[in-house]
């Protein structure tokens, strides 16, 4: 288990009685998503293991989501995929200023809006927990996270600890329900790379990996929308594919891509950013595949050196544990993350925030005490 940020609140609680609880979700990709979309993703199973445990669930998306519970839409369609790569602030204030003029028909709200989650905040009835999913690393960072009416909720440690200057809540790692993985005790010797073709993903590394191990790389990965991307595509990527066995297979559908951790010999994470948490390292594992990695930002909170897979600080150190991958267990391996990132784990974890937050809600205005059953002081 991960080291708790030095801000960490503590605190038991006792199970919630049945919530209404709002999660209020980007308007990016739908939820889930119909490839690949880790915050929508997360947003789904959180829903479905709620709602399992008798919560009464409304989740705010785009209308083309086919998320359980009821669905309030936001966008007709997701953004990304109706075209629109531009920013969507619009679009985020407008899911934003929906929430707030329903907000009063639930007891919690659950906003994952990112740099709005404070914004919201400070304008809802009811309690909000915010969960950030990306990087914490920018200019506005403090100014947003100080003094929020927001509970805060960080997807990882090493997330946490980039503003340690904030009140974190809890740190609760992502999960999902990973029991239909596919699983080869066997598998064949591609290695593969699931993630955007970006320079902070190191896609040019395990290119470098598969060329300097003689081994053929399968890169899953969406393909470039905005010129910037683009430009990296056509003019970094393609050059690069052609000096090494490299097949590119577009983006592919999350059975799809699953079959092809299975089938891979191991799935290269060579990231130079502080990656807040790293799904494809729990996919990969939840199907039995090692997973090859920098030591960068959460990835060394959920792979375990030498028993998951192996982390190096470059392509030569990565290519130089390629040849002991076959000695790892990929049953242990799969057997462990199962347990470790579940999503009831996940839900576990944010069934205990949402009761602190209630709690404290009910501190500062009578009345809301009901919210809460058996609950101990944080």
Known sequence: MASRP?????????????????????PFEAVPPDAYGGTERIIAALVDE??????????????????RGRLVPTVPRALWAAGAFEEGTGELLATAELTLRMASEFDLLHGHLEWFNPLLARGAPVPLVATFHGRLDRPWAPTLLAETPATLVAISASQAAQRPEATWAAVVHNGLDLRGAPFRASPGRELCFVGRIA???????????ARRTGLPLRVAAKAPRSPVERDYFEHV????????DVAYLGELEPRERDRLFAESLATLMPGRWPEPFGLVAIESMACGTPVLARPS??????IRHGRDGFLAK?????ADHVAEVAALDRRAIRRDVLERFSAARMADG?????????????????????????????
């Open 6 to 26: 030095a801000r960490y609140r503590r605190g038991m609680a006792a199970p919630l009685r049945p919530l209404r609880i709002a999660q209020v979700a980007p």
């Open 50 to 67: 709620l709602l399992r445990r008798g919560h009464h669930v409304t989740t705010f998306a785009s209308g083309d989501s086919r998320v």
């Open 199 to 209: 320079p902070e993903k190191g896609v040019l590394d395990a290119i470098d990996v």
């Open 237 to 244: 990527f393609e050059p690069a594919c052609r000096r090494a």
């Open 297 to 302: 930002g959460a990835l060394p909170e959920i």
């Open 314 to 318: 470059g392509p030569a150190g990565l």
């Open 350 to 378: 944010y069934e205990a925030v949402y009761a602190r937050a209630l709690e404290h809600h009910a501190r500062r205005g009578p009345g809301r005490a009901a919210a809460v059953r058996g609950t101990r002081p944080g």
